[in-house]
């Protein structure tokens, strides 16, 4: 069965800095683009970026390009998501999904809230 | 940026019913058109992938069809556990862009 469990969101003041990570089973993690797609409270989902098998490619909606760092340990069977200067319209929860077909499987998604 | 539109914003229906819901791209995506599921506080559920292809496990009441800019979900009876919000997404261009979702509400 795949699983993806999001972990690491939580309250942060405007500027601060938060890292995500998303461990993942049930399936061979190293074979597939992994991508992180947001929700901003009562709204519509947002891309935010996506890596390659490998990691040697990393793409980025441009509102987080040059603050979000996306990355993953293949040998961890782990993806994660660094965002620094974080701001209001950051908060949302953030999911990790399986980039395949279209986003296959989502995780559980964990809260970030940016406020002072 | 591909922009989708949804409609209707909110379908309401009876179980049993038919429900038919719309994406449009504000230009052409191919079959790049996929659709999702979303419950409260759930995440979101890959029903139908490349327009028309029902993802693993979705039952066979959920269909998709179109291509270039005009596609619809097709749900042929509601159930009770239909009534969610759907989206659509779209994989041509990059970014890759959602809809705003069209709500499926009980009447």
């Known amino acids: 069965e795949v699983q993806l469990v999001e972990s690491g969101g939580g309250l942060v003041q405007p500027g601060g800095s938060l890292r995500l990570s998303c461990a993942a089973s049930?399936?061979?993690?190293?074979?597939?683009?992994m991508s992180w797609v947001r929700q901003a409270p009562g709204k519509g989902l947002e891309w935010v970026a996506n890596?390659?098998?490998?990691?040697?490619?990393?793409y980025y909606v441009d509102s987080v390009k040059g603050r979000f760092t996306i990355s993953r340990d293949n040998a961890k069977n782990s993806l994660y998501l660094q965002m620094n200067s974080l701001r209001a319209e950051d908060t949302a929860v953030y999911y990790c999904?399986?980039?395949?077909?279209?986003?296959?499987?989502w995780g559980q998604g964990t809260l970030v809230t940016v406020s002072s | 940026e591909i922009v989708l539109t949804q409609s209707p914003a909110t379908l309401s229906l009876s179980p049993g019913e038919r429900a038919t819901l719309s994406c449009r791209a504000s230009?052409?995506?191919?079959?790049?058109l996929a659709w999702y599921q979303q419950k409260p506080g759930q995440a979101p559920r890959l029903l139908i992938y490349?327009?028309?292809n029902r993802a693993t496990g979705i039952p066979a009441r959920f269909s998709g069809s179109g291509s270039g800019t005009d596609f619809t979900l097709t749900i042929s009876s509601l159930e009770p556990e239909d009534f969610a919000v759907y989206y659509c997404?779209?994989?041509?261009?990059?970014?890759?862009?959602f809809g705003p979702g069209t709500k499926v509400d009980i009447k």
């Open positions: 997404q779209q994989r041509s261009n990059w970014p890759p862009t």
């Open positions: 049930g399936f061979t993690f190293s074979s597939y683009w």
């Open positions: 230009q052409s995506v191919s079959s790049y």
């Open positions: 490349d327009a028309s």
């Open positions: 890596i390659k098998q490998d990691g040697s490619e990393k």
């Open positions: 999904a399986i980039d395949s077909w279209a986003f296959d499987y």
